[in-house]
């Protein structure tokens, strides 16, 4: 008799086919905002408040894209931020997330165009935009390269790319502590609170450890047309800034 080693199988990759992605959002979309907050505790907020200080909006006569807007958080603080005449677009391809940016956008009285479209396949000219923005929305993309692909055939030559995005920590305890909130904490308050059946939390805390970061995610971009990519960590890592130059 032969005896053989036992197969370990390969972890599960997260699952995000448009459809997926678009009916979760579409689901939790009620009460995205407030889970954000509860979960955060307010930190996301000065995240975008960071953005902006660090990728200023450009002068008038200017023009903002910020892509998987969601409920818009990043555009809406852009709108508040920029001078007279300078043109902010919110893009998302889930239509409920964009409604709640509606009604939030409406009731502060700032002025943001908002636009349903898939971050893959932008319905904009090339070289369109100064500032092209996205929050913890890049992972959430199918296909990551065509989207960043995307977000550099619509900005201008010498213009920037802001990311946003959740990452790893480098330090261990750090890093032991935020990936046991992350597993454990996060998708159980999330779930519960935003009354959704499609894991909506389960999915964020994997998706969030699947997705590369740091210098992994800069070669992306750098290969996406981007010739500048500076990353700025933030709060002991667990987000990280990526100012990025689109190349001429």
Do not use: H
């Not at 086919?17 to 509860?38: K, T």
């Not at 958080?73 to 005449?85: E, F, K, M, T, V």
């Amino acid at each position: 008799m032969t005896s053989s080693s036992p197969t370990l199988a390969a972890p599960a990759v997260v699952d995000k086919s448009g459809g997926r992605v678009r009916g979760m959002f579409a689901e939790i979309a009620p009460r995205y905002d407030l889970v954000n907050r509860l979960l955060s505790g307010g930190i996301d907020v000065l995240w975008r408040r960071t953005t902006v200080r660090r990728a200023p909006p450009p002068p008038p006569g200017g023009a903002i894209l910020d892509v998987c807007t969601g409920t818009g958080d990043l555009a809406l603080a852009y709108a508040r931020a920029a001078g007279p005449g300078v043109r902010i677009v919110a893009s998302d391809f889930c239509r409920p997330m964009l409604d709640r940016g509606v009604d939030k956008s409406r009731r502060a009285g700032l002025p943001v165009e908002w636009v349903e479209a898939d971050a893959q396949d932008l319905p904009f000219p090339a070289a369109s935009f100064d500032l092209v923005t996205v929050a913890f929305g890049l992972r959430n993309i199918a296909d990551t390269s065509r989207g960043l692909a995307e977000m550099a055939r619509v900005c201008r030559p010498g213009g920037t790319l802001a990311i946003l995005e959740f990452s790893l920590p480098r330090n261990r305890l750090v890093r032991g502590f935020y990936l046991w909130y992350f597993r454990r904490v996060l998708p159980a308050v999330g779930n519960t609170v935003a009354r959704n059946a499609s894991d909506a939390y389960t999915y964020l805390n994997r998706s969030v450890e699947e997705f590369p970061s740091g210098e992994s995610l800069a070669a992306l971009i750098r290969s996406a047309g981007f010739d500048r990519v500076e990353l700025v960590p933030l709060t002991l890592g667990i987000a990280t800034l990526y100012l990025c130059r689109r190349g001429a």
